[in-house]
């Protein structure tokens, strides 16, 4: 089956420890996107990439790092610099007329 | 100003009734139009694109006026099922950004 997956679903780590969250896609598609959401909020873009080893800062990508070195996969780092990292974070890729989410994977900081 | 812009929620509204939602983006650089529906703690999944045309799914309706930067979703004889977020999205085709609306949660009661 075709997809986009996200690992893990839950994620705790330490403040001021850097984490990566996994996003893989088997649909060929060169566009990918991280999103933050926090509770009773819109997704807010982080950062994107239309092709591969290519990338562009989204809206909010103070704290926040990542790699494209494979098409099918766009990792995302929290690093300890990003000052309020708890949150839902959700990874989509895109074809020209939609966009497809993975489930998401929830981020909390203690 | 925010890129997305959206009605603020909740709309809360009895079965059967016609709910209608606005969204106005900024970039003029948009091309592409997006309404997507997101259940609580779940990832967007689209519900229509939006086309110059207007386009009509079933009960939903949705519209697009590009001299006004602005877009609707109309939903007719509304469904307890239909109580959700939902998010209006705008793509600029050649830089590939892709921005959400902060979303407006819609509650259909019995």
């Known amino acids: 089956d075709g997809g986009i997956t996200q690992s893990p679903k839950y994620l705790f780590r330490k403040e001021g420890q850097n984490v990566t969250l996994s996003c893989e896609q088997n649909l060929n598609h060169d566009a990918m996107y991280w999103y933050r959401q926090d509770p009773g909020q819109g997704l807010r873009l982080i950062y994107y990439?239309?092709?591969?080893?290519?990338?562009q800062k989204g809206d909010i990508a103070e704290g926040y790092s990542v790699s494209r070195e494979k098409k099918e996969s766009f990792p995302l780092t929290v690093t300890s610099a990003q000052k309020n990292p708890t949150a839902f974070y959700l990874c989509a890729s895109m074809r020209v007329t939609e966009a497809f989410f993975g489930q998401g994977t929830r981020l909390t900081v203690v | 100003r925010k890129e997305v812009e959206q009605d603020p929620g909740p709309f809360n509204v009895p079965e059967g009734a016609t709910v209608a939602f606005n969204c106005t983006y900024s970039n003029s650089a948009s091309q592409s139009f997006f309404w997507y529906r997101q259940d609580c703690r779940k990832e967007p999944k689209l519900l229509m694109s939006?086309?110059?045309s207007g386009n009509e799914d079933g009960r939903f309706t949705a519209q697009l006026n590009r001299a006004s930067q602005y877009i609707s979703l109309l939903i007719r004889d509304s469904k307890l099922s239909d109580s959700a977020t939902y998010l209006c999205v705008a793509l600029d085709n050649q830089g590939g950004k892709l921005i959400f609306g902060q979303g407006t949660e819609l509650s259909v009661k019995p």
């Open positions: 990439s239309q092709i591969v080893n290519d990338f």
């Open positions: 939006v086309y110059s």
